[in-house]
């Protein structure tokens, strides 16, 4: 079974300039993550899907950031502008759904690595 | 509000030595409690989980971990290093089922020969 598929898994762009990065869950899974993890820090959530929806992004800088997740599949995160605070590694993460409800564990992708210059 | 503290950003062992990596949380309901590891430049890798039932919970690679709820506790063991358990592993707690996860900042396990 494949996993969870992020690309690209590095990018470096000057400041001010847009970036997108782009993550493909695992097969079946209702539930998708997007985390933002600073260096030597833990990942800390951006927003979180379930299906096409947006349930919490409570902690997702909307001035410059933005995510979609068509159909309830793919995702798309994208910043713009970029500033230098933004370097870090963006972890994308995805769960199934349980037969009693709620969500299952989550198996997270490989990141992108982002460095704003 | 949950919360993680990992104690001691890294942890130095010799080859062959006990591993012990300390986690303490905080939460209003009964968690959820992970730990992942993390390889350079690699995702999360899940070692085990402690959901409900029995308290001393083992994963891979020979890691195991015991919920203590009297002392807020979830601290990760191995009783013999190996090299290739060099990595920074994350402690994470859910406040009651799979759900956002809530980390704490991490240690780096580093293993000496």
């Known amino acids: 079974e494949a996993g969870v598929v992020q690309s690209p898994r590095y990018k470096i762009i000057e400041k001010k300039q847009p970036v997108a990065f782009w993550c493909n869950p695992i097969?079946?899974?209702?539930?998708l993550y997007w985390y933002l993890q600073n260096l030597g820090q833990g990942p800390e959530l951006l927003i979180r899907?379930?299906?096409?929806?947006?349930?919490?992004d409570s902690q997702l800088p909307k001035d410059r950031f933005s995510a979609e997740r068509l159909k309830g599949v793919d995702s798309t995160l994208k910043i713009q502008p970029a500033e230098l605070g933004d370097s870090a590694v963006y972890l994308c993460?995805?769960?199934?759904?349980?037969?009693?409800?709620?969500?299952?564990?989550?198996?997270f992708g490989p990141g992108t690595r982002l460095t704003v210059l | 509000a949950q919360s993680v503290t990992q104690l001691g950003s890294h942890v130095s062992v010799s080859e062959g030595a006990l591993v012990l990596l300390r986690c303490n949380y905080s939460?209003?309901?009964?968690?959820?409690l992970f730990w992942y590891v993390q390889y350079p430049n690699q995702g999360l890798q899940l070692l085990l989980k402690?959901?409900?039932?029995?308290?001393l919970v083992k994963g891979i690679n020979g890691f195991e971990a015991e919920f203590k709820k009297s002392e807020t506790s979830f601290h990760l063991t191995k009783p013999s290093a190996h090299m290739s358990d060099a990595a920074e592993y994350f402690c994470?707690?859910?406040?009651?089922?799979?759900?956002?996860?809530?980390f704490g900042k991490g240690t780096m396990l580093l293993v000496s020969p």
């Open positions: 993460a995805s769960s199934p759904m349980l037969a009693g409800g709620g969500t299952g564990e989550q198996f």
């Open positions: 097969s079946g899974h209702n539930t």
């Open positions: 899907y379930e299906n096409e929806e947006a349930v919490d």
């Open positions: 939460s209003s309901v009964p968690p959820y």
């Open positions: 402690y959901t409900t039932g029995a308290t």
């Open positions: 994470a707690v859910t406040e009651g089922g799979y759900s956002t996860l809530t």
